[in-house]
Structure formats: structure tokens, C-alpha cells
């Protein structure tokens, strides 16, 4: 009996043949940036004014994302990684000690902005795991390189101009589009697709389900050239992706459209996002799914557009629509007994969630000030999220 099963190993082994899920398998998540610094996508929002920490960085809505996927991939039986595990502003002085990327620039916060003390850390200390926090882009791909996970992703949010309506998702890959320069960067990459664009919540200015954005970073920068290797001797447009391991970087909407990056002050919202990418993660290594399903979306006006310089939207978009803030949005049970209760924020965005629910038929009551009652029946499904569009009237 033990030489049998001996042999098969050995046979699954000449013949390439792997285990499926996730179980052993290496993922190192990077979530980008990590300080509280220009370098760091500040961005003024509704309510707060640019460089504020209560206001928009990439810095937290991208470990936010990135969190919520290392505890799915870690439920699974996966071995993770991850880059940063923490937020904090990094000084100039850190800069200099090369800490951060050569071409990110970096700065103390001045004093007369506001500075949260929960993040003033250095991201230099090891995590609860023991692992370094690294914020250098060419250290993390140094460090990927020497650990030659089974998958990369790095998590960002994208940029153009302030107010723009431009909101898309991209995945890129170190290469070139149909030549990765490490194989099956592109594969992967293709798999997660579909996941994240099925995003009801937001409003995409491009690409479809069908259509991906799946390129090379060197094709996407228009064929520059991939300039001078790192210290591992890889070439590439991106220095987080100058490695030799499968893997990309994925820029999950635009926080320069106001109403998406106001939705990314919501944490949950985040960790929809990083469900998603949990999910397409997944798929590529044939795992399981899961037994619970999850139910989110976002209370506005029905009759009230929305009106303010830091808010501008797609014409005709659901983003038109006012997002009411302190909704409380309450889920019912086939009885109509009371489960859960969430209560939107005050970042105009009117997202709600409900994790980890039992598959089955739910009713849900959203109650605003002002706004006339009303409820809807809903059906949760296992491993999937179900998403709904709430418009209350005035009273």
C-alpha cells in the first residue's frame, strides 16, 4: 500500500500535476504605498481637506483591500505574505535610508494638518507574523524574488485629473501584452477579471466583463523601453514588478472620480473589493468555494441629485443620485426577525454590507430621516455577493 501511494506521488510529480486550492500555495500581496505623505495619493474629499489622514489615501484603502484577501487566502490554507500589514507616514530621513522608492517623493506631514497618532509608525518593525513592513518598491520585488511565491498582486486605485469622469479598471503585467516576461503573469491576471469588474456599486467609463484590460506595462506605457534592471537583474516598467515570480499589479478603479473615492473612505467597501480579488485568486487554483454569501449596496435618493464642487459624476450614471448618510439598513430573516443592522456613514457614499451570511432569503428595511420607510426581499447565494440599489423617497 505505501509503495503504491509512493509511486503515485512521484508519477503526479514527473507529470507536472498539481493539487488544487489554495492549501500550500505562497500568494505575497503588496498593498500600495503605506505612508501618510504627498507621494501617497493624498486627495481632498466632502468632508475632510487635503492632506488630511481622514481624508483619501491610497495608503489605507489599499491595505484595507489587501486584508480582506489575506484572510480568505489564510482560511483556505494559504501561505501569506504581505508587504505591509500596517499604515503610517514615512519621514524624509526614511527616504534617505532608502525605505522608499527612488521616484516617490516624500515628506514629513506638516504640522498644521491633522495627524491621526493611530498611524504615526514606522513601517520598518515586523508585523504580528514576524514579517518586515516594507514600503520600497524595488526591496518588495527584491524580496519577491527571493521567495518565489506562487502569485503577486500588488493592490492600487489609479489617478488622472481631479474631478475627471474617467473610472476603469486595469491589470498589468511586467512585459509586454501577450509576452509577459515571466509566464502565466498574463493567465492569472485573466482569470481575475471577470471577479473584480463585477462591481455594481461603482460606474465604469470603459472595458467590459468581456473585455479586459489586461496588459504589459511596458505595451500600456506605449513600448518604453525597459530601462535599467534591478538588483535581482529584472527589467520592467513598474519597480514592484521587477521580479521573477507569476504575478501583476491591478489598479482597481479611480480615486480621481469623486464619487468612487468617496466610496473608498468605506472600509467595507474595500473589503468587497479584496473579496473579489480573494475569489479570483481562487479560480486560478481551482479552490473551493465558500458556504456563505454576502449582500451589499448602497441607500440614495430617489428624486435628489447629488450637488458639490468635490463631487462630480458620470451624466445619467447611478452616481447622480444623492447617497444619504446615517441610513440604517436592517436585515430581516424569513420570519422578519431582526439579524443585523448597518448604519451608512457620513462619507456620501451610502454603502452598507452584510458578510459571511447563511444562504437563504432575507428582507431588508432601509429606514433616513426625512425618507419614507421601505423594504425589499433579497436572495443571498453561497459564494456570491448580491448586490442592491435602494432609492428612498422624501416623506
Known amino acids: 500500500m505505501k509503495k503504491t501511494v509512493v509511486l503515485l506521488l512521484v508519477l503526479m510529480c514527473i507529470m507536472g500535476v498539481q493539487a488544487k486550492g489554495l492549501k500550500g500555495k505562497t500568494i505575497y500581496l503588496n498593498p500600495g504605498h503605506g505612508g501618510y505623505t504627498t507621494g501617497d495619493r493624498p486627495t481632498a474629499t466632502i468632508n475632510w481637506e487635503y492632506m488630511d489622514t481622514l481624508s483619501f489615501y491610497e495608503t489605507r484603502s489599499n491595505l484595507w483591500k489587501a486584508l480582506e484577501v489575506a484572510k480568505h487566502l489564510r482560511q483556505d490554507g494559504a501561505n501569506v505574505i504581505m508587504s505591509r500589514t500596517r499604515s503610517g507616514y514615512v519621514t524624509k530621513s526614511q527616504m534617505e535610508d532608502g525605505i522608499l522608492n527612488e521616484n516617490q517623493e516624500s515628506h514629513a506631514i506638516p504640522s498644521e494638518h491633522k495627524v491621526d497618532k493611530r498611524f504615526n509608525q514606522v513601517e520598518t518593525a515586523a508585523d504580528e507574523y514576524g514579517q518586515q513592513q516594507i514600503v520600497g518598491l524595488e526591496r518588495i520585488a527584491c524580496q519577491v524574488d527571493s521567495i518565489k511565491p506562487d502569485y503577486f498582486l500588488s493592490m492600487h486605485s489609479n489617478a488622472h485629473k481631479n474631478g475627471s469622469t474617467v473610472n476603469y479598471l486595469v491589470m498589468l503585467f511586467r512585459g509586454e501584452t501577450g509576452k509577459p516576461y515571466f509566464e502565466n503573469s498574463d493567465k492569472m491576471a485573466f482569470t481575475m477579471w471577470p471577479y473584480v469588474f463585477d462591481n455594481p456599486l461603482s460606474v465604469w467609463s470603459h472595458y467590459a466583463a468581456d473585455k479586459p484590460a489586461v496588459v504589459g506595462d511596458i505595451s500600456w506605457m506605449g513600448g518604453t523601453p525597459p530601462g535599467t534592471p534591478?538588483?535581482?537583474?529584472?527589467?520592467?516598467?513598474?519597480?514592484?514588478?521587477?521580479?521573477?515570480?507569476?504575478?501583476?499589479?491591478?489598479?482597481?478603479?479611480?480615486?480621481?472620480?469623486?464619487?468612487?473615492?468617496?466610496?473608498?473612505?468605506?472600509?467595507?467597501?474595500?473589503?468587497?473589493?479584496?473579496?473579489?480579488?480573494?475569489?479570483?485568486?481562487?479560480?486560478?487554483?481551482?479552490?473551493?468555494?465558500?458556504?456563505?454569501?454576502?449582500?451589499?449596496?448602497?441607500?440614495?435618493?430617489?428624486?435628489?441629485?447629488?450637488?458639490?464642487?468635490?463631487?462630480?459624476?458620470?451624466?445619467?450614471?447611478?452616481?447622480?443620485?444623492?447617497?444619504?448618510?446615517?441610513?440604517?439598513?436592517?436585515?430581516?430573516?424569513?420570519?422578519?426577525?431582526?439579524?443585523?443592522?448597518?448604519?451608512?456613514?457620513?462619507?456620501?457614499?451610502?454603502v452598507f454590507t452584510f458578510f459571511g451570511l447563511k444562504p437563504g432569503k432575507y428582507t431588508l428595511r432601509y429606514e433616513a430621516y426625512g425618507y419614507e420607510t421601505q423594504t425589499e426581499e433579497v436572495v443571498v447565494e453561497a459564494d456570491k455577493t448580491t448586490y442592491v440599489l435602494p432609492k428612498l423617497n422624501r416623506k
Open 230 to 350: 534591478n538588483r535581482t537583474g529584472a527589467t520592467g516598467y513598474y519597480a514592484v514588478l521587477k521580479f521573477n515570480a507569476p504575478g501583476f499589479l491591478v489598479e482597481g478603479s479611480f480615486h480621481t472620480y469623486d464619487p468612487e473615492r468617496q466610496r473608498l473612505l468605506n472600509r467595507d467597501y474595500c473589503r468587497l473589493e479584496g473579496l473579489r480579488y480573494y475569489r479570483g485568486i481562487r479560480a486560478y487554483f481551482d479552490g473551493k468555494p465558500e458556504k456563505v454569501g454576502y449582500l451589499a449596496g448602497t441607500v440614495k435618493s430617489a428624486t435628489e441629485k447629488m450637488n458639490h464642487p468635490r463631487y462630480t459624476y458620470r451624466e445619467g450614471s447611478d452616481d447622480q443620485w444623492k447617497p444619504i448618510n446615517g441610513a440604517m439598513v436592517y436585515l430581516m430573516d424569513s420570519r422578519g426577525v431582526n439579524i443585523k443592522g448597518y448604519r451608512t456613514d457620513g462619507e456620501y457614499n451610502g
